[in-house]
């Protein structure tokens, strides 16, 4: 597998900029208007891409009120039946074309995540240029398959899986002739509290796999985020509302419109204080401040030429402009050649 992958032409991957997903799911509250205005947002805030959710719940589940067809589990959502959940929360499919030609008119990519061979089949014909696979659906190794025999890069999201199902979803890739694909970490909890978080997972899932790992997140800050860009993540996606108190299946682990924006500003800020890897020695920015606030050899009384230098003649004191207090030592015991006044700063001259 390979290192990085691209979609349309960003480089996701070790060294190049974070690549930031603003997911829509289903915040558009089934209304078109709103739709529109989340790719809007999403833009503006600064994202490189905009996610959407390709199913319908006749493709997902069955129409059924049994209790195994229920939501239980400390979800938002409990109660509902899986068929009452997904008919309030999927996005009509006429809307997507749209929306796909109005993120390509914005300069924004526009991804979807498809949950049966029929939406890949839509996606494809629409043209988005990569698939996300979510969390529940890494099992789902047929689809998976199918997705990669698409030829296009595939995001991985993680969840709920274990190291062999995720071994197994990225071999089924590479078999399909899949050659692109990243992987991202996620707490499949809604919201996820921070001590589920287990962000080391995100390195240790880079070495294992060597694919580029990302966040997939569902806690209700930036902070999370933040953390794994730190740790390395390369993709991170985050869940985008208007108000994080509307009603909807996702909004209580979404962002607003100007904390999405604080997101990416946050992201570019972070990841190019990480932009060198070892330390920095060409201190040239900083040689006048180096130079006025170190310290530098200072005559603590007057000393007459001919004298041999002390500990006790010499002070140690700003600014640095002077001889460098680091060489004390090359100085103590020297014949001081010329007279030299108190609080006077010594200079290679003196001796």
């Not at 799911?25 to 205005?37: G, I, M």
């Not at 006429?94 to 030609?101: F, G, V, Y």
């Not at 170190?294 to 002390?310: F, M, R, W, Y």
Request: charged share 25%; hydrophobic share 40%.
């Amino acid at each position: 597998m390979k290192s990085c992958i691209s979609i349309v032409d960003t480089f996701i991957g070790t060294g190049y900029p974070v690549y930031i997903i603003a997911e829509i799911s289903a915040n558009h509250r089934q209304q078109f208007d709103e739709a529109v205005k989340l790719v809007e947002t999403a833009k503006e805030a600064g994202a490189d891409a905009v996610k959407l959710q390709t199913y319908t719940p006749d493709t997902l589940t069955t129409q059924c009120d049994k209790p195994e067809f229920r939501i239980g589990g400390g979800t938002p959502w409990d109660g509902k039946t899986l068929y009452e959940l997904y008919s309030e929360a999927y996005m009509p499919w006429e809307w997507q074309p749209k929306l796909k030609k109005l993120a390509d008119d914005l300069g924004i990519d526009l991804l979807s995540t498809p949950y049966d061979k029929t939406a890949v089949d839509f996606l494809d014909n629409m043209g988005v240029p990569a698939y996300k696979v979510a969390s529940f659906e890494i099992v789902d190794i047929p689809l998976t398959e199918y997705i990669a025999s698409k030829g296009k890069p595939i995001i991985l999201s993680t969840g709920m899986a274990t190291l062999e199902e995720i071994e197994e979803a990225v071999q089924a890739v590479r078999k399909a002739g899949g050659t692109q694909i990243a992987l991202l970490k996620c707490t499949s909890a809604y919201p996820a509290p921070p001590e589920e978080m287990n962000l080391r997972t995100i390195p240790d899932l880079a070495k294992k796999f060597r694919v580029p790992v990302g966040l997939s997140d569902h806690t209700a800050t930036n902070y999370a985020i933040y953390a794994a860009v730190a740790l390395g993540a390369v993709v991170v996606e985050k869940h985008l509302a208007f108000s994080r108190l509307m009603y909807g299946s996702d909004a209580r682990h979404s962002l607003e419109p100007d904390e999405f924006a604080d997101l990416v500003k946050g992201v570019r800020a972070i990841e190019t204080m990480l932009n060198s890897p070892v330390r920095k020695d060409d201190l040239t920015p900083y040689a006048e401040m180096k130079r006025i606030f170190e310290k530098s050899l200072v005559a603590n009384q007057d000393i007459p030429a001919g004298t041999l230098l002390s500990a006790e003649m010499v002070a140690i004191k700003k600014p640095g402009t002077g001889i460098s207090a680091a060489r004390l030592h090359e100085f103590l015991g020297r014949v001081v050649s010329r007279d030299v006044k108190a609080d006077t700063l010594f200079s290679e001259e003196d001796f």
